[in-house]
T-cell receptor
Framework: GAVVSQHPSRVICKSGTSVKIECRSL??????MFWYRQFPKQSLMLMAT?????????EQGVEKDKFLINHASLTLSTLTVTSAHPEDSSFYIC????????????FGQGTRLTVV | EDQVTQSPEALRLQEGESSSLNCSYT??????LFWYRQDPGKGPEFLFT???AGEEKEKERLKATLTKKESFLHITAPKPEDSATYLC????????????FGQGTELSVKP
């Protein structure tokens, strides 16, 4: 299957600082990537849809200014958690589709963010 | 409204004890149903895509089937390494590839 690489896998940061998470499609170009958040023992919650060369589309209730998404190339999307607080601690996962309009999605390894 | 419901929430099996996981879905127009496996602290790993009722796919001890209302993931003679959370998802009909996930079934296989 297609490979999506997410980095870092774990990060610990101090409250008030910003953290950037990268999501790369290694062997294909992805015009659309998705960012999810997952709480313990719960399913994935879609945060936003990242579109190459345009603004991201955020799900209802997700703060655009706190979760900044940049999709500057066909193989890279980044999620920046700004002014992080302990309640932002979570597992963040990205996914990408292998073809425009194709619905099959491949996921990154996830990033465990801990804000202390 | 597009919706996916999985049952049971948790399933404990003895090694070799076969069983099935259920995924019920409601979607305006089915463009595929996906099964994923997720290990703790990892991203979901793609298992199967099913597109039409009657379709079946197999991979090792896993077999996925699809009807017009639900999908089953059959696990034959499971081993402890099959322990994981299994997620099913369908793409939303009119929201550009957005996946609607079920809550997942946490499978534990004891030796």
């Amino acid at each position: 299957g297609a490979v999506v690489s997410q980095h870092p896998s774990r990060v610990i940061c101090k409250s008030g600082t910003s953290v950037k998470i990268e999501c790369r499609s290694l062997d294909f170009q992805a015009t659309t990537m998705f960012w999810y958040r997952q709480f313990p023992k719960q399913s994935l919650m879609l945060m936003a849809t990242s579109n190459e060369g345009s603004k991201a589309t955020y799900e209802q209730g997700v703060e655009k200014d706190k979760f900044l998404i940049n999709h500057a190339s066909l193989t890279l999307s980044t999620l920046t958690v700004t002014s992080a607080h302990p309640e932002d601690s979570s597992f963040y996962i990205c996914s990408a589709h292998t073809r425009t309009g194709d619905t099959e999605a491949f996921f990154g390894q996830g990033t465990r963010l801990t804000v202390v | 409204e597009d919706q996916v419901t999985q049952s049971p929430e948790a399933l404990r099996l003895q090694e070799g004890e076969s069983s099935s996981l259920n995924c019920s879905y409601t979607v305006s127009g089915l463009r595929g149903l996906f099964w994923y496996r997720q290990d703790p602290g990892k991203g979901p790993e793609f298992l199967f895509t099913l597109y039409s009722a009657g379709e079946e796919k197999e991979k090792e001890r896993l077999k996925a089937t699809l009807t017009k209302k639900e999908s089953f993931l059959h696990i034959t003679a499971p081993k402890p390494e099959d322990s994981a959370t299994y997620l099913c998802a369908v793409p939303s009909y009119n929201q550009g590839g957005k996946l609607i996930f079920g809550q997942g079934t946490e499978l534990s296989v004891k030796p």
